[in-house]
């Protein structure tokens, strides 16, 4: 059974960080790309950060510079490393694979964990 669960999100002030992470169901998923993926209220879903199973890196134009994606193929762990938070930022976020695993001809995704940047 799949199931990507994500954790680490909050409320953080502008200019500050969080710790995203997820925990992913096996070994095998070790072999695929990762990414970390958000939704902004009233926007459609987005590929902010990706990670291949020998570990490059690719990131959105928003957040270069800002967000480390890393994984820990041993723990089964994805981690997104978020820093200089901005208001923009303020979102779901999930993970999945690259692309999205599918389930029973649908798109699985997570429960994500809300992050907002306010003061």
């Known amino acids: 059974q799949v199931q990507l669960v994500e954790s680490g999100g909050g409320l953080v002030q502008p200019g500050g960080s969080l710790r995203l992470s997820c925990a992913t169901p096996g070994s095998i998923f070790s072999l695929f790309p990762m990414g970390w993926y958000r939704q902004a209220p009233g926007k459609q879903r987005e590929l902010v950060a990706r990670i291949t199973s020998d570990g490059s890196t690719n990131y959105a134009d928003s957040v270069k510079g800002r967000f480390t994606i890393s994984r820990d193929n041993a723990k089964n762990t994805v981690i997104l490393q978020m820093g200089s938070l901005k208001a923009e930022d303020t979102a779901v976020y999930y993970c999945?694979?690259?692309?999205?695993?599918?389930?029973?001809?649908?798109?699985?995704w997570g429960q994500g964990t809300q992050v907002t940047v306010s003061s």
């Open positions: 999945n694979t690259d692309p999205p695993v599918v389930v029973n001809g649908r798109r699985y």
